[in-house]
């Protein structure tokens, strides 16, 4: 069933827990999750990236949307990292309602500024907006963010930005990254600790491919009601359809339901992970 990702976060509150929120770039992908979530019966989160938008566009997002609708757990559909007003008021004009306003990569008045305008159009109709404060390194869809540029969350401009935008979540920059960990992962906990206790909306965490079961739990307790994941379900679907190519025997059909499992695999162990099972 379609439901609001104000909804399904609310839900994550209510147990204790975090939901997972999946990028998904084609249909293969979006079965992969609603498969897991269903065999797990739990709510979920479909998310698009802006750069779907300019290849596959409007169908993407129809698809996802039908999809979720005919789901038979809370599903909701999310823009993922957009930093243009007109993109987000494209995938509003196909149904879409939630989005990231991302101005991590503004100074910090103009990344309210820009937030508070989507919040202001995304609440005339009840949709849910997910600002970020800090900037993410790592290499995402295309996007290249070096370390010199990344930026860990304030603490104390945490509740003014909240305050100010009136976003419904808050993604945090906390030693997290986008990509795959070159290193061991550190997260700084007691920063996370304190916006936790200077915020009052629900902490979101990007770049959870590769973060160890302990990291996610300690998140958890912390705050943190979202992880977005995309780097291991893309590996998933990437190294299933390579190593099946070279097999001529093998139809697309039985080639793509192998992408599925793949990546249905990988969907299922983070949504177990985040639920705490």
């Known amino acids: 069933m379609l439901a609001s990702t104000r909804d399904i976060i609310g839900i994550a509150e209510e147990e204790g827990i975090a939901v997972g929120s999946f990028n998904v770039y084609n249909l293969e992908g979006v079965v992969a999750v609603i498969r897991s979530s269903e065999q797990e019966k739990l709510p979920v989160i479909l998310q698009i990236a802006p750069v779907s938008l300019e290849s596959v566009g409007s169908a993407l997002v129809a698809l996802t949307l039908a999809m979720a609708e005919d789901s038979t757990v809370p599903t909701s559909v999310h823009l993922d990292h957009c930093p243009q007003q007109d993109q ?80 419904d979540a808050l993604a945090v920059c906390v030693g997290n990254i986008h990509g795959k960990y070159i290193q061991e992962p550190k997260l700084d906990f007691d920063r996370l600790s304190t916006i936790r206790d200077s915020v009052s909306v629900p902490l979101v965490l990007h770049g959870a491919s590769g973060l160890p079961e302990w990291m996610i739990s300690r998140a958890i307790d912390l705050g943190v009601r979202k992880f977005n994941v995309n780097t291991e379900v893309r590996t998933a679907f990437l190294e299933s359809v390579s190593s099946g190519v070279g097999d001529k025997t093998l139809d697309l059909a039985r080639l793509m339901e192998i992408s599925i499992d793949s990546m249905s695999q990988v969907v299922t162990s983070k949504i177990r992970q985040f639920s705490g099972r």
Do not use: W
Request: aromatic share 8%; glycine share 10%.
């Open 88 to 167: 987000i008021d494209r995938v509003v004009s196909m149904g879409l309602r939630s989005v990231m306003a991302d101005g991590s990569h503004l100074s910090y008045e103009e990344n309210i500024d820009f937030t508070f305008n989507v919040v202001n159009k995304m609440r005339s109709f009840g949709g849910f907006v997910e600002g970020e404060l800090g900037r993410l390194t790592g290499t995402e869809d295309g996007l290249t963010i070096p370390e010199y540029e990344s930026l860990l969350t304030d603490p104390d401009q945490a509740a003014d930005y909240c305050d100010k935008t009136d976003i």
